[in-house]
Nanobody, 120 residues
Framework: VQLQASGGGLVQAGGSLRLSCAASGRTFSSYAMGWFRQPPGKGREFVAAISWSGGSTYSPDLKGRFTISRENAKKTMYLQMNSLKPEDTAVYSC???????????????WGQGTLVTVSS
């Protein structure tokens, strides 16, 4: 599976962005998918994950502002981000793996990431 994240950019605080993660390969629908982010100068952190059937889990700090979804027919996953804050500034990466989890080491495939910058 190859993953391509897109949709990042510069947005003002309080604004919204929708990230996309497009996958290649025939078995996209069988994978759990996740979003992770890496703020400047910090380590990677879990954002949200979604199972092949649509079940989801979120970082407690982000639930309510971020929504993860997927369209298996389009082999695409999304992350709708609302009420963005400067501390949401990070490189956002998507990943695919066998199960829905917040553990980054459980994911087998990674996209290259897309930069989200939130200005105050």
């Amino acid at each position: 599976v190859q993953l391509q994240a897109s949709g990042g950019g510069l947005v003002q605080a309080g604004g919204s962005l929708r990230l996309s993660c497009a996958a290649s390969g025939r078995t996209f629908s069988s994978y759990a998918m996740g979003w992770f982010r890496q703020p400047p100068g910090k380590g990677r952190e879990f954002v949200a994950a979604i199972s092949w059937s649509g079940g989801s889990t979120y970082s407690p700090d982000l639930k309510g502002r971020f929504t993860i979804s997927r369209e298996n027919a389009k082999k695409t996953m999304y992350l709708q981000m609302n009420s963005l804050k400067p501390e949401d500034t990070a490189v956002y990466s998507c990943a695919a793996g066998p199960k829905i989890t917040s553990d980054e080491y459980a994911y087998d495939y990674w996209g290259q990431g897309t930069l989200v910058t939130v200005s105050s």
